[in-house]
């Protein structure tokens, strides 16, 4: 409540003093970088047992049971991600190991087990699917805040909790598939507990949701989060096993991670 | 006051006023419910909603979210098509995923679809077409990409660039025509300047629609104008004829506006009820004018001239109309809705014709003031052309009736032989001419890629043991068919989830061909798919082609002939594929695709329209017999009406012309058309012979008036429908031409075959049971009949 109430605050100040419209922005950045950091960069590494459900605009659902583990190279800068598949059981031990930087490009290599061959591939970040599922890698693995303008639009609620709401504009549009998108900022654990993302026609094309916020380690973690496609699919992934531990050094996510996981992530 | 025999016309004439005040009550009060009418043009409706293939259509069209499309195809002669174009061509998909109608996310353009490659790192790629390549210098040009990816290829473009396809999804089938000219509006205002051709059967079969009405609307009104003018020319009296052309209105009026009061919508074969209509309602006007006309100047009197007329043709009209009843009713029995339909608003529409012709014509007639009538039918009396040649014609055909007959069988030999060359075959979108935009869209888009044609195969593993297609058999079994069937040249291209298994492999394997193959294994057919899916791919391209359990796989193919016969032709091949080469038990396939349910509508249209006809013909024959008691003239009356159907049909199969829809329900108006003549001629005969008890006597005066009327109604008739051959859809021209060869054959056969036919059988021909014929010489008194004519 208290953040809820000096971001109010500096918002009416900001009118009433006529304060320069860059200060506001500086604000609504160093909000939306706060956010960054409590949704994606928690602690400096973690692994978790997710299950995805994709279901399709006519309700054929598909389950995906993967491990995920991160660990991150620089707060805020670059990371590794492991992804181990479970299920379904055709794909099993299919895993992926994704490089993301801060900067340029993202490095992904990923484990064939039935080729036992192990393949560079790239995708654009901010349209292709994350495994088949209505979340984009981008949605994943984060967008820097630095990418995009924000303004704060006033104190508000989500998902029954007290949230600033933010509008945060691309700067270059050839780097995201919407026009704009607003963020609800969780006052009380800085997750984006929902977002909107709107279209040239200002309708809005997808919403994400967080549905449950647990604290573990003592690190307050999206443990449930849905992508609505509008007038689509919807995408439920649920994190269990969640630690903050990190298992692993930032160097072992190479190609023998790959074709030879540490056991306790296989099960 | 002179009386005739019969009730309903004594009334018309008494009462003149009543019966005119009546006619034009019902004919404004049937007019309100036509601007209602529900249009239907859709080929799928000629079978009933839950027919098992449609369900399956449907279900398949659900499942794997695929819909009916329009292709639009950009052709360049010259060169390549540009980059320039490309980038416009983008533009111009943005605002057609915005068009009302458009399933915007399934739009098939280079600016949609996803291609894969690998760098020159050897980085996998699943990005759109148009990106630029990662990592390469200058990027590949677009068509360049569609020839390397076997998903693409032939259906995107051509190989050479000259040619570039964008696939229209609509939401429904409806929306064709709009789409298409919207997208058309938009090519110009981007500046487009490659040839543009847009194709594909739902823009055929709307804009057939949208041509027909066009055409009711121009043809059918000028054919009416034509008959009125021929009229004119015989009968010389504007106000004379326009009986019949009242009559022939209100009968299309009547019809129509029942048939949408009942709830029907207008199909494209209920929109030819007027067309069918307008001769028939004619046809008994002409005779009853030609009597008239022939009379009036006996008598002076309209009444009596009005009266005798009737009671002289009453009992050949109601023949002839029951026969043509029951020729159209025979389609009630056919399987297919539409058609159903049709024949049932003919017969209602023959028997308002009939009603209108025996009440309204009189009292028409009596109302018309004297002055008109004055000289009306004097200078005819046998001096007229028709009047001197029509005597020796009979004269002709009694000489020489061997020959004749001769002449006859011959004609019938050839016919057989024409019979039994027969090419059953349709596609609607050769409703159109040659030199139709879209009969050219065809062709150019069908040379140049894989085809405008879809028709879809499902492969059902859920019975089966692994319950997923995801399997090496079911893909190896797919993946051979595929080959087998491009064997086939109306095979443009197939398309199925294992071309993307295949080329995800080829890619895996560092662009070895020898790899672009069925992998051993289910989980390496998975993980390929699953990396397609991770590389970037649109997991709902994948489920274009398999359903998300796995349990269902859909075979695309692309034909660039649409034919039925040609369709036809690839699910035969396929299913005996199947059948060889199928080891897994209960794996179920399926058809759909809008060129298979015309295959599937069109077998049930010949078999149904072979049955109607046969049934027909031989409830005619039966009452042909008993109306005529006589077992000798109910067969000959059957002749000129089979020579009629024998001749057409034959000609049909000896110049080649496919046995189509339209042509199929033609049969039903040959035979209710081409008996007409027949009970005419055969029915005044008896009528004249009980007078005159002599064949040559009878053969005489049968050869004046009633072989009149006969060749007028085939002049008025045949010409009358030569609007119709100017059409541009050819089902119109087709019914044009049969007109005129109905009239023409079955005249023919009635003034020269029956004659000799009635000759070579001699005095007993015109002979009826239960009467009794004293000979002609011995006796002066009146048989009973004949008194029964005086009174």
Do not use: C
């Amino acid at each position: 409540m208290k953040t809820h109430a000096a971001t109010a605050l500096m918002f009416l100040l900001a009118l009433a003093f006529g304060t320069s419209a860059v200060q506001a922005d500086e604000a609504a950045l160093k909000l939306m970088q706060e956010s960054h950091k409590a949704y994606y960069y928690a602690s400096e590494g973690g692994s978790a047992r997710v299950t995805m459900e994709i279901v399709d605009k006519k309700g054929r659902a598909r389950e995906r049971v993967f491990w995920m583990i991160r660990t991150d190279v620089e707060d805020m800068g670059d990371q590794r991600y492991y992804t181990h598949f479970i299920k379904p059981a055709d794909v099993r031990r299919t895993a992926l190991v994704v490089h993301k930087k801060a900067e340029g490009n993202d490095d992904r290599w990923l484990y064939v087990p039935a080729l036992d061959l192990v393949r560079r591939i790239a995708a654009n970040d901010s349209r292709s699917s994350f495994v088949g599922s209505d979340f984009t890698y981008e949605d994943v693995s984060g967008r820097l805040p630095s990418m995009d303008d924000h303004k704060i639009i006033g104190p508000d609620s989500a998902m029954g909790k007290a949230a600033t709401k933010v509008r945060s504009t691309p700067k270059d549009d050839g780097t995201a598939e919407y026009e704009y998108r607003y963020t609800w900022v969780d006052d009380e654990t800085k997750l984006p507990i929902k977002e909107e993302y709107v279209d040239k026609k200002g309708e809005t094309i997808r919403r994400f949701e967080i549905e449950q916020i647990v604290v573990i380690e003592g690190f307050p973690t999206a443990t449930v989060r849905t992508m609505h496609v509008i007038d689509d699919g919807q995408t439920t992934i649920r994190f269990d096993e969640v630690t903050y531990e990190a298992p692993l050094d930032a160097g072992r996510y190479n190609e023998r991670l790959l074709k030879n996981p540490p056991p306790e992530f296989t099960k | 006051m002179t009386q005739g025999k019969h009730a309903m016309v004594n009334f018309a004439v008494n009462h003149p006023k009543v019966i005119v005040a009546v006619s034009i009550i019902i004919t404004l009060g049937l007019m309100i419910p036509i601007p209602f009418a529900q249009i239907d043009t859709d080929p799928e409706n000629m079978l009933e909603q839950n027919e098992r293939v449609r369900v399956i259509h449907d279900q398949i069209k659900e499942e794997f979210s695929l819909y009916d499309h329009l292709v639009v195809g950009f052709v360049d002669e010259e060169k390549p098509l540009t980059q320039e174009f490309i980038d416009k061509l983008g533009l111009l998909v943005e605002e057609i995923e915005e068009m009302e109608g458009v399933v915007a996310e399934d739009v098939m353009a280079p600016s949609t679809v996803d291609d894969i490659y690998r760098t020159p790192d050897d980085i996998l790629v699943v990005d759109r077409l148009t990106a630029d390549r990662q990592g390469y210098e200058t990027d590949v040009p677009v068509a360049e990409k569609i020839a390397d990816n076997p998903i693409l290829q032939g259906k995107l473009g051509s190989a050479d660039g000259h040619v570039i396809a964008v696939y229209v999804p609509l939401e429904k089938k409806t929306y064709a025509h709009d789409v298409a000219e919207s997208v058309r509006d938009e090519i110009s205002t981007l500046g487009i300047t490659a040839n543009v051709h847009i194709a594909g059967l739902p823009v055929a079969e709307e804009t057939f629609g949208k041509e027909m009405f066009k055409q009711m609307g121009i043809s059918a009104p000028l054919a009416g104008l034509l008959i009125f003018l021929l009229m004119l020319v015989f009968f010389k009296r504007f106000s004379v004829v326009t009986a019949p052309m009242i009559i022939a209105v209100m009968t299309v009026v009547w019809t129509m506006g029942l048939l949408v009061l009942f709830g029907f919508t207008v199909h494209i074969m209920s929109s030819m009820i007027p067309i069918f209509l307008m001769p028939i309602a004619v046809l008994d006007s002409i005779h009853v004018l030609s009597e008239f006309h022939d009379r009036y100047q006996k008598s002076k009197s309209q009444r009596v001239a009005i009266l005798s007329t009737i009671d002289e043709l009453f009992k050949p009209m109601l023949f002839t109309t029951v026969t043509t009843i029951v020729g159209f009713s025979s389609l009630m029995l056919a399987a297919i809705p539409p058609v159903r339909v049709f024949g049932a608003f003919v017969a209602i529409g023959v028997l308002i014709a009939w009603l209108l012709s025996v009440t309204f014509n009189p009292a028409y007639a009596v109302l018309l003031p004297k002055r008109v009538l004055t000289n009306f039918g004097r200078q005819d009396e046998g001096r007229s052309l028709l009047g001197r040649l029509l005597p020796r014609a009979g004269r002709f055909a009694a000489r020489a009736r061997v020959p004749v007959l001769i002449f006859t069988l011959v004609l019938f030999a050839i016919a057989a032989f024409g019979i039994t060359k027969i090419q059953v075959n349709d596609n609607p979108t050769k409703w159109f001419k040659e030199s139709h935009p879209i009969r050219i869209a065809d062709n150019v888009l069908g040379s140049h890629l894989a085809g405008t044609y879809m028709a879809y195969l499902e492969f059902d593993a859920t019975d089966t043991e692994t319950k997923s297609v995801k399997n090496p058999e079911t893909l190896r079994l797919m993946d051979g068919l595929q080959d087998h069937l491009a064997m086939l040249p109306q095979v443009g291209s197939t398309t199925g989830i294992t071309d993307i298994v295949k080329k995800v492999r080829f890619e895996l394997k560092d662009g070895d061909s020898a790899a672009a193959i069925i992998p051993d294994s289910p989980e390496e057919i998975a993980q390929e798919l699953f990396l397609y899916e991770t590389s970037g791919g649109d997991p709902d391209d994948l489920f274009k082609f398999i359903t998300p359990d796995g349990g269902k796989a859909v075979l695309w193919l692309q034909m660039n002939d649409g034919d039925n016969r040609a369709v036809d032709e690839v699910v035969q091949t396929a299913n005996t594929y199947l059948e060889q080469n199928n080891d897994i038990s209960n794996l179920g396939f399926e058809w759909g695709g809008l060129t298979y349910i015309n295959v599937v509508w069109q077998e049930k249209m010949v078999v149904g329209m072979l049955e109607a006809l046969l049934g027909s013909f031989i409830i005619v024959t039966i009452m042909m017999t008993l109306l005529l008691r006589s077992f000798s003239l109910g067969i000959m009356s059957m002749v000129p009406l089979t020579l009629t159907i024998a001749v057409v049909y034959g000609a049909v199969g000896l110049i080649g012309k496919p046995y189509d829809m339209p042509i199929a329900v033609l049969s039903a108006l040959t035979l209710g058309l081409s008996i007409d003549f027949a009970i005419h001629f055969l029915k005044r005969g008896q009528e004249i012979y009980k007078k005159r008890k002599s064949l040559p006597e009878t053969m005489n005066e049968l050869f004046d008036e009633p072989a009149r009327a006969i060749t007028r109604n085939i002049v008025v008739i045949a010409l009358g429908f030569v609007p119709l051959l100017f059409s541009v859809l050819v089902p119109y021209i087709t019914v044009g031409s049969f007109f005129l060869a109905i009239m023409a054959l079955s005249g023919f056969a009635t003034l020269i075959i029956l004659p000799a036919l009635v000759n070579l059988r001699g005095e007993r021909a015109f002979r009826m049971w239960g009467v009794k014929y004293a000979h002609p010489h011995k006796t002066t008194s009146q048989t009973e009949s004949e008194k029964e004519m005086v009174s």
